[in-house]
């Protein structure tokens, strides 16, 4: 049970795009069939493993509904674990910008500049959403495992940067 990937459990395809509405029914539909309230007159063994698989199934459900998470499990799957503490494979370009918005972002801060700040948070977000695009082409066309990691790193340093506005 616990050797199945998410991409197993739900019969999907493994592929960083998917169908966020299959993937919600046959949720829905696997979690019915295990759901520990449909075991509650049956014996404890039975209701720990129904218990395991809803556990199971919600993980799973979890990851693939999370693009980091989704991308994360494909690069695994694919023998590229990605190290979330160093940034080792992202380019010292990227990094050099990232470094000035973040400057950017507590100047922003500091003189109360609300426009600049919401200026700031769309180009992330956009940059967000691009470079997600990218972990779609490496991951689904171009089958390049190590670009949709550096892409999906990237991503991640763009999710803790939007948290500097919260």
Known sequence: MAAMNPFEIFGLKPQFRIDKQ???EKYFEI???VHPDRFASASDTEKRVAQQWATLINDAFQKLSDPIQRGKALCALRGHLIDEDSSGSISEEFLLEQLERREAIS???DSGNTA???VLKKAI???KGELLNEVVDAFDVKSDVSLAAEDLKKVMFLN???LDFE
């Open 22 to 24: 299959k993937l919600d």
């Open 31 to 33: 979690q019915k069939k």
């Open 107 to 109: 100047d922003a801060k």
């Open 116 to 118: 600049e700040l919401e």
């Open 125 to 127: 977000e956009k940059e």
């Open 160 to 162: 803790r940067q939007l």
